[in-house]
């Protein structure tokens, strides 16, 4: 199974830019989906964006044109740039790798956007 590992949250004013990381232990050129999801007190946890095994993306309609998901593969490494963030963007933001039947989740990294 591979492990992940998410950096790059923090606290940050309204309609600043973050870009977080997910550094995974093995191999991610072959995968069914790269994706991160975050989780706001008292909510239930959603997707922000997805690439499929085929490259495309897709991205919550509240993210759309300001977040982008990328992925270096020669440093088996997933991103999610953050722009012209907003305090509702304010989530513990998890990483998600899934590789055949291995689903592997990372232990979170807070974003905390203040108004």
């Known amino acids: 199974q591979v492990q992940v590992v998410e950096s790059g949250g923090g606290l940050v004013q309204a309609g600043g830019s973050l870009r977080l990381s997910c550094a995974a232990s093995g191999s991610i050129f072959v995968f069914n989906a790269l994706g991160w999801y975050r989780q706001a007190p008292g909510k239930q946890r959603e997707l922000v964006a997805r690439?499929?095994?085929?490259?495309?993306?897709n991205y919550a309609d509240s993210v759309k044109g300001r977040f982008t998901i990328s992925r270096d593969n020669a440093k088996n490494t997933i991103f999610l740039q953050m722009n012209s963030l907003k305090p509702e963007d304010t989530a513990v933001y998890y990483c998600?790798?899934?590789?055949?039947?291995?689903?592997?989740w990372g232990q979170g990294t807070q974003v905390t956007v203040s108004s």
């Open positions: 690439i499929r095994s085929g490259g495309s993306t």
């Open positions: 998600n790798v899934l590789i055949g039947p291995s689903n592997s």
